[in-house]
């Protein structure tokens, strides 16, 4: 799993694109969109409205195996919906991430300014979409510092789940358990000590997802082994050893852990059904969209993820085009408002906002975009510095009591601070913390926040907040920079500066 052109957002797969599929070129009008809202995802998709609607009861239900799994208190919040849009080819994932590669299905981005998935329609692509999920869903209610063969253990031993209408099946060994017959097993010394995309080859990362996948079946199919990774998780928290850690845990040592775990991949693996009935019946609406969203919904959240400046041209253009036949749609409008905002002409988006938010004074997007479009303006002019980031603040309070639980606009805030003399107040550190709360797997807030935490003294509190981003699995600009924040902290060395992203503006 490689990045693509920003942190945060994390490749699918490297699968062929299924034949048969309708291919849309970058840029063009898209049709028969419908969104499909559960209360956990908000879906977009091409074609019929039942079938839509039975992939989202799906997801549904998976949902609700791992919830229950964990014994998730069913009445607490729920988080935010997940946004995903499932498209039929690659083109379309093009709209929004130009670069991807040709044979890839997907992908997950969690950023500052959305978190969602994209994935090409077909029965692969919604395997690995429930493997991102797994991610995200162990981030978003279990926030700490894993092992990254356990990441990507976790989310293999739950992704080859089978959901249908009338069981779930867990633990199924899917092509991971055929992989641990093909591939020579990476040594567990070393398993347990690096990412999979610091190994040398495929075939080596390969059998390291598969007994990744196996150790961590080994663990979860037993009370006894699930309290024996219980006590290697409290002592990997307290910095042991990954080696050092697990023999204490299991009492055994990782070569003897290794043929253990061997014997057990190749006895009866179990498999567990539960009655789909069990969970419950989720509840799914399916709506058509507007012309407007219909035409501009994959070009928005491009210039929403944000767009470079050697792009920004040209897709400002394909926006200005898309939006010019819906003036009255309030979607085209925004998503133009947007891309002025961002890409083009600041008077112009604050013009369209303008008209927007005098028809929805609550709208929390609108007024976020009106704090960006005066934090933008700031940045061009001087004189008036101080009293258009006075407005632009204004504006984010009013998002924040118009959406009080939206990391975006708390992030906001605490960024629109970081060029005050004062930076970081406890109260700036507050705010931020409260948005790393709500989006525990964005990796940028979790590097402010710690930041924030550093600039006062808090090298402890800030080491701690940045583990689980220097374990991840995954490579990327964010995970190597906490990588390197963490290093400095416990060295007592400086804190290297950050690298200023291209964003466009």
Do not use: C
Request: charge should be negative; glycine fraction near 8%.
């Amino acid at each position: 799993m490689k990045p693509l052109i920003e942190t945060g957002r994390r490749v699918l797969a490297g699968l062929v694109l299924a034949a048969g599929l309708t291919l849309v070129a970058p840029g063009v009008a898209l049709a028969d969109w419908a969104r499909a809202t559960s209360p956990h995802f908000e879906v977009y998709g091409e074609g019929p409205h039942d079938r839509l609607k039975a992939y989202v009861e799906r997801l549904e239900v998976y949902d609700a195996l791992l919830r229950s799994y964990h014994a998730v208190d069913p009445n607490q919040p729920a988080p935010p919906r997940l946004k995903i849009y499932l498209v039929h080819g690659t083109p379309l994932l093009h709209v929004v991430v130009p670069t991807l590669g040709a044979q890839v299905s997907g992908f997950y981005h969690a950023g500052p300014n959305d978190t969602y998935a994209m994935a090409i329609a077909n029965p692969e692509s919604e395997y690995v979409l429930r493997h991102e999920y797994a991610h995200h869903f162990m981030m978003q209610t279990f926030p700490a510092a894993y092992p990254a063969w356990l990441v990507e253990g976790y989310a293999e031993y739950f992704s080859t789940a089978e959901v249908t209408t009338d069981r779930v099946r867990y633990g199924v060994p899917g092509i991971r358990g055929a992989n641990l017959a093909d591939l020579q097993w990476v040594p567990f010394d070393r398993l347990l000590t690096v990412r999979p995309f610091e190994l040398g080859t495929f075939r080596e990362q390969a059998a390291y997802y598969a007994e990744a996948w196996i150790i961590t079946h080994y663990f979860m199919s037993d009370a006894g082994r699930r309290s024996q990774l219980d006590a290697y998780l409290r002592q990997i928290g307290q910095g042991v050893e990954p080696v050092q850690a697990m023999e204490t845990a299991t009492g055994m040592s990782v070569a003897r852990l290794q043929q253990t775990v061997l014997a057990y991949s190749r006895g009866s693996v179990p498999v567990y059904t539960v009655p789909a009935a069990s969970f419950g019946r989720p509840e799914v609406t399916v709506e058509d969209l507007s012309p407007g969203e219909d035409a501009l919904l994959l070009e928005d959240q491009r210039v929403t993820d944000g767009v470079s400046r050697a792009d920004a041209a040209g897709e400002l253009d394909r926006v200005r085009r898309l939006a010019a036949p819906f003036p009255d749609d309030p979607f085209a409008r925004r998503a133009l408002a947007r891309a002025e905002t961002t890409l083009g002409d600041l008077a112009v988006g604050q013009t369209l906002l303008n008209g927007l938010l005098a028809a929805t004074p609550a709208d929390a997007e609108v007024l976020r975009l009106l704090a960006a479009n005066r934090v933008k303006a700031a940045k061009a002019d001087d004189a008036d510095r101080a009293a258009l980031l006075h407005e632009a603040r204004g504006y984010l309070v009013r998002a924040l009591d118009a959406a009080p639980d939206d990391y975006r606009t708390l992030y906001a805030i605490g960024r629109l601070r970081r060029t005050a003399a004062d930076f970081p107040t406890n109260n700036d550190i507050r705010v931020l913390h409260s948005a790393l709360v709500l989006a525990p797997q964005v990796g940028q807030i979790r590097l402010d926040t710690a930041a924030a935490y550093l600039a006062r003294g808090g090298g402890a509190i800030a080491a701690d907040l940045l583990q689980p981003l220097a374990n991840s699995p995954h490579e990327g600009a964010e995970v190597e920079r906490a990588r390197a924040m963490l290093a400095a902290i416990r060295a007592g060395s400086p804190v290297p500066e950050e690298t200023p992203a291209d964003d466009g503006e």
